[in-house]
């Protein structure tokens, strides 16, 4: 793995880029270049240091006719050497001068092979800023060439902090998810490879360093792979995780090897990215092309073995106009390159494909059509579902991976389907290693089912995967006018052990279907109220706030008592059962109205399904993934579900009714409490000040290296009153930290800025804790002097400071504040010590109580998932 010196160094040249080069991609551009600069010279070195001569940085003669006379002339780039260019007797603007003409200059230089020449095309230096040249200079000077397996991990972290291009569909494959990815695709060593759509080469990085590993003496059996390991950070994995010999490879099989590892990509950015990082593993001469795979057809007749990728999932705004060869006519990108890795497979061809959950299901006929292909064409063999939030932090687009191996895939009547749950990682934005990992047994999995259709015996799923992986009848598939490849669809009926017949939504209603209206939102007029996604609350209840009416009757959209609702689009999914007798509602456009046969289904009951984890499965399994999330109407009506007798429906819509009164009253409870302190004007009052210091939090910056501490910010100020310190994730901050700057029992502390105004202003209180505690930059400490006093302050500040706030305490245009000066002049009334003990006393009580609350609605919210989930059945 990268080491902490080389990780470090990068860092720093990131740091001191930024300020100049804000963009990430940018940053990459530049420190990519000098690197190469600067191994330029220490090959220069290496060749003299043996005898040679130097070739980069030299005098290059050449000659030219001129008025028919032959001419002697030369280039001088000696004076471009890099000794000359740090050198510390430079000026600083003659070094700024000097670099950024060499820059300029070097795709000119004829010493250069022409991999070096396409990396320095169009290269230039955007700042101008001596001091930041210098120092990055000196930064990229601690690093020396060679052909090491570190240098190569180097640039993969470099790329690994490049941020999503977003606006293409781009998103930067996870380590791991490549090196799975490789790993069940196999790559062999006489095989032809190829990514059509290569970025920074990650997955040819993969896919090479998986064929040293198989030809190495020194790989054994049970060395981990990236997607193997636990507790490692993201950024710290590298593919095969440490350095492979390759001594059985023999001279002929690393040339045949350098020349079948292929990559394209259109963006003349990724390419020199790539060219480096394939340089960087031992690639003397990369095949990466500047090359558009769906509009040109310069490379069309080729043809490769293995094709890994993770194409762009977005079309351009201005569209795509692909030229004719395509089986499949659209305009689509991720249609487009799904359908040419399937057209450029050879006959035993296989594949491993990221593409989005439209792919998978969606109804436009392209989609259709392209699943109708590799169904029936036999390409494809499984569809492995992954979890959204896996791409975090750049998007949290839901996916799934297309297995294609045509030899496979002519030797079964059946589809493999894999639900992968969780991959090692949380699915936040900061992507922590957690315990959770179902991909080492996906991949024994998705192994063994190889093995078996090679072997022509019957494969079952493992012990613990009958709910997550299942071999599907292609017949089932293709007897579905959708051609539907969704996990979930397969997964959910599969195998569950419900002892009521499964149905589908479509068959228990009267009529088609119907879309609501599209009329504007205008104010209230009494009579028609118009019913929008925002107005149905979590609950499927409509919220007694925002009432407003439709700016055109439409009596076609009029609800009857009955109807049901599902949001088609946002909160896609959420469901609304009409109860109401008396007035009028229209229900709007992201609204689709089913009208169920009450001889068949209540209702009701339909909706308490809803409230399940087997639905919400569902939805995240059949929702595009787009600008806008959605589900149409022919596929909700393909929801199946479990369909007990009516006498068996009623009783459960009525013991849900039952949890929900209970849950609606705690809830009240907890919506309208908050402790109360009478104030005895007999009190002295005592600006707080005089009772507290203060100290501003610590403003930081995230490292990567160094002791991780816990940090509270205004993320962990919710609505509780003591800090619950215990899940404040540990971080490692940049800046010095000093023990007065830790928290201690009994200090408050509060939000003194944020963009929400409601924030600004709340207090916590700090419990007993065990290690060092800071807080951020965005919060204020509050020291008592007598900290016996400080849950009465807690108590009074949770009670009162809203109040102190309204009076007119906060400021800023913005973003609402509070400072040290504004708190030290705060009039508090203060109680003696004794009538201070016998209202936190009685406060405490209420605490408890209301506390009692909060675990009554978790509990009642679990007997309602509970009793659904017997209708559904258990997994057997």
Same mark, same amino acid.
């Given at each position: ?115 070096? +020449? ?14 930041? /040249? ?12 060679? *052909? ?138 990369? *095949? ?43 305009? +689509? ?22 593409? #989005? ?112 992986? !299942? ?78 009416? #439709? ?16 949001? +088609? ?116 009052? !005592? ?32 609505? *509780? ?15 010095? /930290? ?139």
């Amino acid at each position: 793995m990268l080491d902490s010196t080389t990780k470090r160094r990068i860092d720093d040249c990131r740091d001191i880029l930024v300020g100049k080069v804000p963009d990430p991609k940018s940053q990459i551009d530049q420190i990519t270049v000098a690197l190469i600069y600067k191994f330029m010279h220490d090959m220069d070195q290496e060749a003299v240091e043996l005898g040679g001569t130097p070739t980069f940085f030299a005098t290059h003669r050449y000659k030219v006719v001129v008025n028919g006379r032959e001419e002697e002339r030369e280039l001088d780039y000696t004076k471009y050497a890099w000794p000359l260019l740090t050198d510390t007797k430079l000026g600083g603007e003659d070094r700024v001068k000097l670099y950024a003409e060499a820059l300029e200059k070097m795709p000119e230089n004829p010493g250069l092979p022409q991999l070096f +020449r396409d990396i320095f095309k169009n290269t230039y230096l955007p700042y101008r800023d001596p001091a930041t /040249l210098r120092e990055f200079l000196k930064r990229i000077d601690e690093f020396t060439y060679d *052909h090491s397996e570190k240098l190569g991990d180097a640039f993969e972290y470099l790329l690994s902090i490049m941020g999503s291009q977003g606006d293409a569909g781009q998103f930067r494959t996870p380590r791991h998810l490549i090196d799975f990815m490789t790993a069940v695709i196999d790559p062999q060593k006489h095989e032809t490879i190829m990514d059509p759509a290569c970025g920074t080469a990650g997955f040819l990085i993969s896919a090479y360093k998986h064929i040293l590993r198989q030809n190495s003496s020194n790989h054994a059996a049970d060395d981990p792979l990236a997607f193997q390991l636990h507790g490692v950070k993201q950024e710290d994995l590298t593919v095969s995780a440490k350095k492979y010999a390759g001594d059985k490879l023999t001279p002929d099989d690393r040339k045949r090897l350098v020349r079948n590892i292929v990559g394209y990509d259109i963006d003349p950015g990724m390419v020199k990215l790539a060219l480096v990082n394939l340089y960087l593993h031992g690639f003397p001469e990369p *095949h990466i092309f500047e090359y558009d795979t769906l509009t040109s057809t310069d490379r069309w007749e080729e043809r490769f073995d293995v094709v890994l990728a993770n194409p762009p999932f977005m079309s351009p705004k201005g569209g795509i106009k692909p030229h004719g060869k395509f089986g499949i006519p659209s305009t +689509r990108s991720e249609v487009l390159f799904v359908d040419y890795i399937a057209e450029h497979l050879n006959p035993n061809g296989r594949a491993l494909i990221v593409v #989005p959950e439209g792919i998978i299901f969606q109804s436009v006929n392209a989609y259709k059509a392209l699943r109708k292909k590799l169904v029936e064409e036999h390409y494809l063999v499984g569809v492995v579902s992954v979890p959204g939030g896996v791409f975090n932090p750049y998007s949290g687009v839901k996916t799934s991976l297309l297995w294609f191996d045509r030899a496979l895939a002519r030797k079964t009547d059946k589809l493999l389907f894999v639900k992968v749950e969780a991959d090692g990682f949380d699915l936040g934005a900061q992507r922590r290693p957690i315990a959770q990992n179902d991909l080492p047994e996906a991949f024994r999995l998705m192994a063994d089912y190889k093995r078996t259709l090679t072997e022509g015996v019957e494969w079952e799923a493992p012990k613990g995967w009958e709910a997550k992986a !299942v071999a599907v009848d292609k017949e089932r598939i293709t007897g579905s006018p959708d051609y539907t490849l969704s996990a979930d669809r397969y997964l959910t009926t599969a195998h569950t052990a419900s002892e009521f017949p499964y149905v589908t939504l479509g068959e228990v209603t009267i009529g088609k279907p119907e879309y609501g209206s599209g009329a504007r939102k205008v104010d209230y007029d009494g009579e028609v109220r118009y019913v929008r996604i925002t107005d149905i609350d979590d609950d499927g209840r409509l919220k007694p706030s925002d009432i407003v009416s #439709p700016s055109a009757i439409e009596p076609e959209c009029m609800l009857s008592k009955g109807d049901l609702l599902f949001a +088609r689009s946002g909160s896609v999914g959420r469901a609304y059962v009409h109860t109401e007798d008396n007035g009028k509602f229209q229900y709007a456009g992201y609204l689709i109205r089913y009208r169920i046969d009450k001889t068949k289904a209540l209702p009701e009951y339909i909706f308490c399904l809803t409230r399940s984890s087997e639905y919400e499965a569902w939805i995240e399994s059949m929702k595009k993934s787009g600008t806008i999330s959605n589900i149409n109407a022919q596929e909700f009506a393909s929801l199946r579900i479990p369909l007990p007798p009516l006498a068996e429906q009623e009783a459960l819509v009525a013991e849900v009714a039952g949890y929900q009164k209970v849950i609606d009253g705690a809830r009240q409870v907890l919506a309208h409490y908050r402790p109360r302190i009478t104030i005895d004007p007999a009190w002295p009052v !005592v600006a707080l000040g005089e009772l507290a210091d203060f100290r501003n939090g610590l403003n930081f910056t995230r490292k990567d290296t160094g002791e991780p501490v816990k940090v509270l910010g205004v993320a962990d100020f919710q609505d *509780h009153m003591i800090a619950q310190v215990d899940i404040i994730p540990k971080i490692i901050v940049g800046s010095a /930290l000093g023990g007065n700057q830790t928290l201690r029992e009994n200090d408050l502390v509060f939000v003194r800025s944020n963009g929400n105004k409601e924030l600004v202003g709340r207090s916590m209180l700090i419990p007993k804790h065990d290690e060092p505690l800071y807080h951020s930059g965005f919060t204020i400490r509050a020291r008592f002097n007598d900290p016996s006093m400080a849950l009465f302050m807690a108590y009074y500040f949770k009670a009162e400071m809203h109040d102190v706030l309204k009076g007119g305490l906060r400021s800023g245009a913005n973003i609402s504040n509070l400072s040290q000066e504004v708190l030290s002049v705060v009039k508090i009334p203060l109680p003696p010590l004794d009538a201070q003990q016998r209202i936190v006393a009685d406060l405490e009580e209420e605490r408890r109580l209301v506390e009692a609350n909060k675990a009554l609605v978790e509990r009642m919210e679990a007997k309602v998932r509970d009793r659904v989930a017997k209708v559904w059945g258990k997994p057997e």
